[in-house]
């Protein structure tokens, strides 16, 4: 039985009031969810406190492979594990695009993870032009190669993919369940064909404008394990909504 998990991904939004407020609907809220694990990326300066609540476990939204030095603004896999964080995202679309982290690098970060124990959530997806011209899933199996597939499976528990499509991220414009098939069934294929048994254990999330009313239809594809939400998780109670969207 694979994972299901439900994270939420805050990226540069709420105060640090805001969350605070958050954090105590979510605790009135969230009873008796237990076959979901939720998980908060939340804004590197929140995660000691957040993750002081033990309400959920938090992860921080990024991560420099160094273990130390001379990285200003940066933050490294043990400092955030000294503040309770527990995971980290890696391969963000937007911090492919915006902060043009490569391939290479996030193989760095990833290798990072798994030489200090650390879970993470590998994101992919294809922006709406490599879709037009009908070679994503090529270019999906491009990103995973790069920074994923070289993987000992030992690490594998480590690892949660995500499907984000680039033009599904924040536009309201969700992919359909013929698209999330296709996709997370390639995935799930080249997971197994790379890891063998170990790798139909690896849980695939679905991101990308999720909401209440399409999250039932979403979760219940067959290789969809939960989502990375983005919009929909500002909201404590829309967040918890959610879960109760799986089947
Ligand atoms: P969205 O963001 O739910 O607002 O589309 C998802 C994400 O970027 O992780």
Redesign the pocket.
Known sequence: MRKKILAA?WKMNLSYADAQAWLTEFKSGNGGMHEVEFRLYAPTLYLHDLAKSEVLSVGAQNVHPSVSGAFTGEVSIPQLTSVGASSVLIG?SERRLYFHETNAFLKDKVNACCQQDFSFIFCCGESLETRQSGEHLDFIKGQLEAAILHLDKAYLPLLTIAY?PIW???TGQTADTTQINEVHAYIRQLLEKQFGEEGSHVSILY????TALNAQSIFACQDVDGG?????SLNAHTFIELAHCFK
């Open positions: 991904n963000h984000e599904a991220i924040g991101g990308g404008s999720v990375l939400i983005g919009g929909a």
